[in-house]
């Protein structure tokens, strides 16, 4: 499968508890992107690399998030101190080229945060 | 403001029957693109289609259709002769070409159900 892929698939944890995420895009892609899905919403733009560089972030990354792209390969994305809120699907994508081009899914990692 | 508008939440049709996804768009960017996804029950977003600004054409690809009018902001999706394996939410999704170079603005979706 060369698609892009994402680790673990479901995380359940407490509140108040790091976790991280990882995805490995697709091998020759130069941009990767967090997004985040809540129940009955398209998903939110979170952050996005090209190559190593993180070049933007949302509002919506509260100072409890990090992300990282070590090598301009696989990436992590970091929630410390999980609160409820936190509870979604984490999707990462990958896109080749110029910014406007489209954007290929991984299956998402879905977080519960009790 | 750049924002997408799904109005339809959920649709439900049966096997076999046309169907049509509104997708509204405001952005005050003269370039952009626009896109759907197809979100299956598996979960996994599956790109659709890409369009720019610049080309209003038409496209048809097997039984799906779009449908581009700038002068009503929208980009609709027609399924024809649906399938239960049609069935998923779809996501209309919109990229500017100045300003965020990440950001895609997706809509909240529709659901759509095809029932046998």
Redesign the interface.
Same mark, same amino acid.
Do not use: C, D
């Given at each position: 499968d060369t698609g892009v892929s994402q680790d673990p698939r479901h995380k359940i944890t407490k509140r108040g508890q790091n976790v991280t995420f990882r995805c490995d895009p697709i091998s020759e892609h130069n941009r990767l992107y967090w997004y985040r899905q809540t129940l009955g919403q398209g998903p939110e733009f979170l952050t996005y690399f090209q190559n190593e560089a993180q070049l933007e972030k949302s509002r919506l990354l509260s100072d409890r998030f990090s992300a990282e792209r070590p090598k301009g390969s696989f990436s992590t994305l970091e929630i410390q101190r999980t609160e409820q809120g936190d509870s979604a699907m984490y999707l990462c994508a990958s896109s080749l080229g110029p910014s406007y081009n489209e954007q290929f899914f991984g299956p998402g990692t879905r977080l519960t945060v009790l | 403001a750049q924002k997408?508008t799904q109005a339809q939440t959920e649709i439900s049709v049966v096997e076999k029957e046309d169907v049509t996804l509104d997708c509204v768009y405001e952005t005050r960017d003269t370039t952009y $693109?626009l &896109?759907w $996804?197809k979100q299956p029950p598996? *979960?996994? +977003?599956? &790109?659709l289609i890409?369009r !720019?600004s610049f080309d209003e054409q038409n496209e048809i690809s097997g039984r799906y259709s779009w449908n581009f009018q700038k002068s009503t902001s929208s980009f609709n999706f027609t399924i024809t002769a649906s399938q239960v394996v049609d069935s998923a939410v779809y &996501?209309c999704?919109l990229?500017n070409?100045g300003g965020?170079?990440? !950001? +895609?603005? &997706? *809509?909240? *979706?529709t659901k759509l159900s095809v029932k046998p």
């Open positions: - | 997408v $693109y &896109f $996804y598996s *979960g996994e +977003l599956v &790109f890409r !720019n &996501f999704a990229k070409y965020s170079q990440g !950001n +895609l603005i &997706f *809509g909240k *979706g």
